[in-house]
Structures are given as C-alpha cells and as structure tokens.
C-alpha cells in the first residue's frame, strides 16, 4: 500500500497525558498537512509543511500542540496536556509541491480523551 | 469569514437514480475545488478537481459544475450505487499563490442511497 499512513488509528488517553501521532506521506510528496475533524464537521486545518519547513499554522493549533517533520519525510503531530475538547479525528494528507493538485489523505487517527 | 459550505445536509437518493450534491462559496479569490467522498471511519477520498478556467469536468460516473458567477459548484453522481453513500465534501483551494495552500472544506452532505 502506497498511500498515505497514519499511526495509531485509534488513541484513548487520561486528560492531562500527551499523546504523539505519526503520518508517513506518500513517498514523492513534498507537502504533508495535518487537518482535523470532529463529528459531523469537515477536516479544519492544522498546519503544513513543504519538506522539513513547516509553513503555516492554524490559529486551531494552540501551544500545546506540536508538529515536526525532521526529514522531510515522516511527521508527528504532539499533543501536550490533552484536553477533552481535544478528542477528534486527527486526518494527515500529502501532495506534490502544487497547490493545485490533488491531496490525498490518511485513514485518520481517532483520538479519544477521557 | 470566507468559507465554503453545503446547502442540504442529507440527500436520500433511490438506486439507478442520479444524485446531485450542492456547495457554495464566497472566496471569489478560489480558484481550485475538490470533492471528496468519506466513508465512516475513513479519511476523505478524492473523487474529482475542478480548476477556476473551467465550468465542468467529467470523470467516471462523476460530473462537476462550476458557476464562478454565482460561484456554486455541484457534484453529479450518474446511476447512484449503494457503494456511494457516504458524505461528500466540496473543499477549496487558492492553489499556489505564494500563500498558504490548504483546504477549506465545507461541513458536508450525507447521500444516501434507498433500494
């Protein structure tokens, strides 16, 4: 499978603990973004990068939350002191450097703070 | 703020028929539209783009309409399937403008598909 991978697919965590999610992107892309989405709500945007430079950042991602791509390949996503408002799908995509090309994106990770 | 969004959040449509799903937006400034189609459970997948020097493109079972004048867009799902019930989402794009390129993405149609 070739697409894009994202781990874990399912996340359940106290409030207060941070939790890490990875994406793999698809390998010749150089854009990955992160996106989230709760129930009943289309995927918002996080944050993005092109290689390993992170762009731009939602006002969403508030300072608890973390993202790297240190390679320019693989990403995490770092969520620091969860909160329960924090408990949603987690989507990251990928494409090429364009902006009008096609994302595709990941299974999601459902993350779940109790 | 400028946003895309959906006129009906749930279409019922009968097998065989075709299905006809809605999106407005009001950045006059887009200029790239994506549908894409979610299961439960699943990320968004890309059905079919549309660039802003178009009015209509066609793909497999799919058409997309694009009036910048009143700037709606409108997904034709031809022989609607009970494998395409799902909910769909119209996203935009500003393309590479030098800016943030990402998606805004509307809250979505639920199409369901009756036998």
């Known amino acids: 499978d070739t697409g894009v991978s994202q781990d874990p697919r399912h996340k359940i965590t106290k409030r207060g603990q941070n939790v890490t999610f990875r994406c793999d992107p698809i390998?010749?892309?150089?854009?990955l973004y992160w996106y989230r989405q709760t129930l009943g709500q289309g995927p918002e945007f996080l944050t993005y990068f092109q290689n390993e430079a992170q762009l731009e950042k939602s006002r969403l991602l508030s300072d608890r939350f973390s993202a790297e791509r240190p390679k320019g390949s693989f990403s995490t996503l770092e969520i620091q002191r969860t909160e329960q408002g924090d408990s949603a799908m987690y989507l990251c995509a990928s494409s090429f450097q364009s902006g009008d090309t096609e994302a595709f994106f990941g299974q999601g990770t459902r993350l779940t703070v109790v | 703020g400028e946003s895309v969004g959906l006129h009906l959040p749930t279409l019922s449509v009968q097998e065989g028929d075709n299905s006809i799903i809605n999106c407005a937006y009001s950045?006059?400034?887009?200029?790239?539209f994506i549908w894409y189609k979610q299961e439960s459970g699943k990320g968004p997948q890309f059905i079919i783009d549309i660039r802003s020097n178009m009015d209509k493109r066609q793909g497999q079972r799919v058409t997309v309409l694009l009036n910048k004048t009143v700037k709606h867009l409108s997904l034709q799902i031809a022989a609607t399937q009970p494998g395409d019930s799902a909910v769909y989402f119209c996203?935009?794009?500003?393309?590479?403008?030098?800016?943030?390129?990402?998606?805004?993405f509307g809250t979505g149609t639920r199409l369901q598909v009756t036998l």
């Open positions: 950045n006059s400034a887009s200029d790239y």
């Open positions: 996203a935009e794009n500003r393309g590479n403008t030098g800016t943030a390129s990402k998606l805004t």
């Open positions: 390998s010749e892309h150089n854009r």
